[in-house]
Each structure stands twice: as C-alpha cells, then as structure tokens.
C-alpha cells in the first residue's frame, strides 16, 4: 500500500471508505455490444448501477436487429431510470449521414454518440465498460468523487492480476513504453500527462458535462487515448484525477486475429501519433520501433522481477513476443475520421434519441 502522488491527483483506496458523492446529478454511459447481453458482467455492472441511483442511465448499444428489441427488453428490467440508444438503428445511421458524420463504427463512434445525451441528463457523465467481473457500486462513487471535488477529469485505475498471471498487456507493453520512449528527450507536457496515468487505457473515466461536449471521438479503440488527448487541453494537470478502484477482472484478447491486442495496438498508435501532431510533435518514426523496444525491455525486466516478488507466473519470452507483434503498429496515424465534439455539430442529442427510440419501437427489432 502506497500514497504516492503523480503530476495528477491520485486517489488511493487506503482504507477501504466508500466517499459519498450525489449520484443523482451523474449520468453513466454503458457502451454495450450484443456479445455483451445477458452476461454476468454486464448485469454485474447494471445491478452496481442500481444500488447507486444515478440521475440517468444511457446504454450505448451496438447489436444486430435480430436482437436489438430483446436485449433492450432486458436492460429496461433493470430498476434503473435508463435509456437504451442503439447505435447502428437505421435511423440513427441515416441521422448521421446526412450531418456528414458517418464512417466507422466502434466503441468510440458509441460512445460520442450517448455523450451528447448524457450532458443534458447530468451535471457529470461518468463511463464504464461493460465487461468487468469485478465492478461494485464502490467504483461508480469513487469515480465520481473527484468531481465533487472539483476536478474537471477522472480515470479509474487497477491491478490486471489473474490466474497468478500479470495481464493488462497492451497497455503495460504496449502504451506505457511507446510514450516513455517518446518523453526521452522532450519536454512535451502532453506525454507528460500521458505518462501519469497508471493505466492510461482503462475504460472508466468521469467527466464534467462541458468536457462531454467538448470530447472529440476516436471511432474505435483508441477512443481512450483520444480522451486523454482532449481532458489534457480542457483539464491539464491540476483539473484531473486517477482513483484506484482495486483489481478488475476483464475478458482477455488473443494478441492475434481479428479485434485481437495486435490490432488494438494499431488503433492505439494511430491515436496517439494524432494526438502529437495536434500539438505540432513530431514522434522520430524513423527510430521509434527501436527506441520503444528498448523502453520495453527494461519493464519486462521490471514485470519480471514484480512477477517472482509475488510468486506470479512469468513468460519473459512470450512478453518479449508480444512487444515483437505491437512495434509493426508504430506508423504514422492514418486519415482524421474523429467525431467533432457535440460542442461544434450540427446535431441535437434530441434526434438522435428519437432516431433510436423509433426503431426499437419496429415490430421487426422485437421478432
């Protein structure tokens, strides 16, 4: 157990308190794909929802048409004062194509699009995947609480500790030593910022509501990354916070194959070179694979020693490989396909919950 501060406010779980904090004044954006239905997850997370009361709920839902309706159905049985906004409904699609907004679907895209709701429903959006074993009702108050303080910014943070195995992989050999090799030299205060999260990728984040507007969305996944990229121009150091929400328990990813780490590591790197480029940095591709192995080879080093302290298994080699598979997706960020912030569109949040609302009602998303 340690109290050690970054360049933001860290908030550590010292003794197990649960602070107190107006539920009612947050709404909580739940991105939720169909695979994620009916899951011990997923209810997990929306019965830690209902013990907390927050003023609304707004699921993010990406699912077929086949079975939209029921699994709607079954989020609407929560006790939960909760909307249901499903992202790839026809009419949502065709909203967004005629603002010249549409392109890729992903995490991101569903995201941003319960953003705008959200900051009209609630003094603080708060979002939370929907794939962690582990989440309490601890864990929504304890992000909230930073607001209250008068933060602008939050990001859970967490120990990846399954199976006697260290995991959190793409984010522990992946970002973490793609930006510490980017700091070697620079005094760039975003990778600063970058580097004082403790797990700069998790999915857990609360935000004011004028940040909400403000956010501009990566599509897919490096919608995290982005944020932070956004929270560092609106918040900065002293305007954000970290809090430890203990260990998480999350569905793993092959590093290999379709939506596997490898591909993430893509999206990741493309976010980041973006986020750097907005701020006029230029990253030196030509020598960062090599100085990202580099900076990878010393953790392993650390993780290793970390792992035999705690009597974990450890496959240096097989982390090693890893870091192997993540530098081919050290490249310079392909197109700008972000989402504007609500803040800039032409888009009211109004249409685009009437667009879902309209198509949950269709016989033919409840057959």
């Given at each position: 157990?340690?109290f ?8 550590h ?9 107006p ?13 994620d ?5 997923a ?8 013990a ?17 309706g029921?699994?709607a ?11 249901v906004l499903?992202?790839?409904?026809d ?23 319960a ?9 603080y ?11 309490t009702?601890?864990?929504v ?9 008068g ?16 995991y959190g ?9 793609l ?5 070697a ?37 490096g ?25 998480y328990r999350h ?33 030196g ?44 997706a ?7 396909d972000?989402l ?28």
């Open positions: 157990m340690e050690t501060q970054e360049r933001v406010a860290t908030l779980d010292l003794t197990g308190r649960v602070p107190s904090v539920t009612d004044r947050a709404a909580v954006v739940v991105p939720m794909t169909g695979r239905h009916d899951t011990v997850a209810e997990r997370l929306l019965s830690a929802l209902e907390v009361s927050p003023g609304r709920v707004i699921v993010a839902l990406r699912a077929p048409q086949d079975r939209a029921r699994i159905d079954w989020i609407r049985g929560f006790d939960l004062p909760v909307e499903w992202c790839n409904a009419p949502v699609l065709s909203l967004l194509d005629e603002r010249g907004l549409d392109g890729a679907a992903g995490k991101g895209r569903d995201v941003w699009l953003l705008g709701p959200a900051a009209e429903a609630g003094e959006v708060l979002a939370h995947d929907a794939d962690s074993r582990t989440v009702r601890a864990d108050e304890r992000l909230l609480f930073p607001l209250h303080r933060f602008d910014f939050a990001k859970g943070y967490y120990a990846r500790v399954e199976d006697s195995r260290l992989r793409l984010c522990r050999l992946f970002f973490v030593p930006v510490r090799a980017l700091r030299g620079r005094d760039a205060p975003v990778l600063a910022y970058l580097d004082a999260f403790r797990y700069a990728l998790a999915g857990e984040v609360a935000m004011t509501a004028d940040l909400a507007r403000a956010v501009r969305a990566e599509r897919g996944f919608f995290e990354v982005g944020t932070l990229g956004d929270a560092f121009d609106h918040a900065g150091f002293s305007g954000t916070a970290q809090v430890d929400l203990g260990r569905d793993h990813r092959p590093v290999s194959g379709s939506a596997g780490l490898a591909d993430m590591s893509e999206a990741v790197a493309g976010v980041l070179g973006r986020v750097l480029a907005d701020r006029g940095i230029d990253p591709y030509g020598t960062l694979r090599d100085r990202y192995r580099e900076t990878a080879e010393g953790l392993i080093r650390q993780y290793g020693a970390d792992a035999a302290f705690n009597d974990l298994s450890y496959d240096a080699a097989e982390e090693r490989a890893q870091v192997a598979a993540y530098a081919d050290i490249t310079p960020p392909g197109p700008d972000r504007p912030a609500w803040s800039a569109v032409d888009l009211d949040p109004a249409e685009v919950r009437a667009a879902s609302e309209r198509a949950l009602a269709a016989p033919t998303t409840t057959a």
